[in-house]
């Protein structure tokens, strides 16, 4: 498999914005086939993104859904409305989604089956927080949230990204070591090959990764991949962290 370089923009970029920053970044990245790449702008800006990447191998992602496919949920997107704008990635159970809007892992799971049920790819996030690495805790955690969230996709595994991000690296500069992210990867390419052994599951890394240090976390043989962040906002950084293995 290839390694998936996923760039999540969070609450970032105009629609102006967004056609700017890919006529300075598909550029850059044409004709590289070494990884996979997907971009997760805001909602505002799908449309504007999927005009954009026509003809390229650029993957179009959303940040976010809902479970229900259409109803009086004011202010939600759903996966149909998504799908229509050539959405082929969503994230799901992002820290932020779970810390700052309190999503439970109830409803990220509604999220990640809604998500298989369209043909639409998750990328699960799952991680866990500074006191509870402090605390040994960093096991325990992303198992509950993993079985928790994939709880009745086990069949479908191989439709299913994940990816490890530390809460406690998230936007702080610190990210894991590539060793910590190894132990962790690890340990998660275990938990999936339990909830089935046939499935072929890539395992991104995300949390303060920039192109200094891509390349250090994909030479670990557990980590299938990055979720980036603040790096992805700048078109000549996030290339050179698709390229990070060139």
């Known amino acids: ?7 999540n923009w969070k609450m970032n970029k105009t629609v102006s914005e967004t056609r700017a920053y890919f006529e300075r970044f598909l550029p850059l990245v044409e004709g590289y086939d070494a990884a996979d790449v997907l971009v997760c702008p805001p909602f505002t800006s799908l449309q504007a993104a999927r005009e954009m990447l026509e003809g390229s191998s650029v993957a179009l992602g959303a940040q976010n859904c809902h479970y229900e496919d259409a109803g009086a949920y004011t202010g939600e997107v759903s996966l149909p409305m998504l799908k229509e704008l050539g959405v082929s990635f969503v994230i799901v159970g992002h820290s932020e ?15 990640l089956l809604a998500c298989l049920r369209h043909g639409v790819r998750p990328v699960l996030c799952v991680g866990e927080k500074k006191e509870e690495r402090e605390a040994g805790l960093t096991f325990k955690v992303v198992e509950t949230q993993l079985r928790l969230a994939l709880s009745g996709a086990e069949e479908l595994l191989s439709r299913v990204e994940v990816a490890y991000e530390p809460v406690w690296a998230i936007g702080t ?5 590539p060793e910590q992210a190894q132990e962790v990867h690890a340990f998660i390419k275990s938990l999936l090959k339990e909830l089935n052994p046939n499935a072929e599951v890539r395992v991104l890394y995300g949390g303060s990764v920039k192109p200094s240090n891509a390349k250090a976390f994909l030479e670990q043989p557990a980590v299938d991949g990055l979720l980036v962040g603040t790096a992805s906002l700048d078109p000549e950084s996030f290339a050179q962290i698709v390229k990070a293995l060139e």
Do not use: Q, V, W, Y
């Not at 498999?1 to 760039?7: G, Q, W």
């Not at 500069?173 to 070591?177: K, L, M, S, V």
């Open 1 to 7: 498999m290839k390694p998936l370089i996923a760039a």
């Open 97 to 111: 989604r779970r810390h700052l809007f309190n999503e439970s892992d109830e409803l990220i799971n509604k999220k």
């Open 173 to 177: 500069g610190t990210p894991a070591t």
